[in-house]
């Protein structure tokens, strides 16, 4: 059974940081591609970013040079450094995880994790 347990969120001030965590179990993660997901009320769910399996990395216009996803497949699990938070990153904050990356807003997901910057 797969499960994707996402930790890390909380309150912060904008210029701030938090680190995510997504702790997965229930398959081979290591091969599988990883992602994280945000959505903020009343707005569409946004791609973040995505770590491949060979750790290729790909992000969202919005966060590029202020986020930083990783992983360690040794602990199964996966990152997300945020640095210089915006009140616009305010949202929950879902990983993902699919075999392949190209289906990853189909794949597996956490129950999310809430990030929330006031100015």
């Known amino acids: 059974q797969v499960r994707l347990v996402e930790s890390g969120g909380g309150s912060v001030q904008a210029g701030g940081s938090l680190r995510l965590s997504c702790a997965a179990s229930?398959?081979?993660?290591?091969?599988?591609?990883m992602g994280w997901f945000r959505q903020a009320p009343g707005k569409e769910r946004e791609g973040v970013a995505t770590i491949d399996s060979d750790g290729t990395t790909s992000y969202a216009d919005s966060v590029k040079g202020r986020f930083a996803i990783s992983r360690d497949n040794a602990k199964n699990t996966l990152y997300l450094q945020m640095n210089s938070l915006k009140p616009e990153d305010t949202a929950m904050y879902y990983c993902a995880a699919h075999r392949y990356c190209y289906f990853l807003s189909g794949g597996y997901r956490g129950q999310g994790t809430q990030v929330t910057v006031s100015s």
């Open positions: 229930g398959y081979t993660y290591s091969r599988y591609c």
